[in-house]
């Protein structure tokens, strides 16, 4: 919904100057100066938004970009391992993405988390302001991510987590990760 609205870019480089892309049009060079940051003004467009930086010579130093997420929303949990040890705490990344994994940070949603063969220690977001505190079982997604605390039983040999999307039943994610 914002296509064609004008918005800022704003490039932080350690470079000499940049050249900003977006769907592979030239939105021309600046220098970055002392501050190491430049500002274009583009027309919001889905697709890729590039940069290439250059030193005084004019020679490439780098490049990145940012590709705008697909239509699809998927919730995904990415976990730091896929056994866990008795007793053992796992930290679970939650976040709102497409298909191809790319982070939608304008999904925001409460989403509730449940574990069997463990317990949850904590249940946020990174807001400097949560409402609801660190210690419930539901908390709202914020730019798109949460994370979730969890540790496992001493006697179990697997724990088993579900992240379920509070408005959406068609969005959740049962897994099970096993001791060993």
Do not use: W
């Not at 409402?131 to 179990?156: I, N, P, R, W």
Request: proline letters at 3%.
């Amino acid at each position: 919904g914002c296509d064609g609205v004008m918005s800022e870019v704003e490039v932080y480089a350690k470079a000499y100057e940049c050249e900003l892309f977006l769907n592979k049009r030239s939105f021309g060079r600046k220098k970055l100066g002392k501050e190491c940051r430049c500002y274009f003004k583009v027309p919001y467009e889905e697709g890729v938004l590039s940069v290439k930086t250059y030193d005084d010579g004019g020679f490439l130093l780098g490049e990145a970009s940012l590709k705008s997420a697909g239509k699809e929303t998927v919730l995904q949990v990415s976990p730091e391992d896929e056994s866990i040890a008795p007793g053992e705490i796992l930290y679970l990344p939650i976040s709102y993405t497409d298909n191809e994994g790319i982070l939608k940070p304008m999904e925001k949603h409460n989403v509730s988390v449940s574990v069997k063969g463990g317990s949850l220690l904590g249940l946020g977001n990174a807001c400097s302001y949560n409402k609801d505190g660190y210690d419930k079982t539901k908390t709202f997604t914020y730019y798109g991510q949460a994370l979730a605390v969890v540790k496992a039983d001493e006697d179990a040999s697997e724990l088993e987590v579900e992240i379920k999307d509070e408005r959406d039943r068609l969005r959740q994610i049962k897994m099970v990760l096993r001791q060993g």
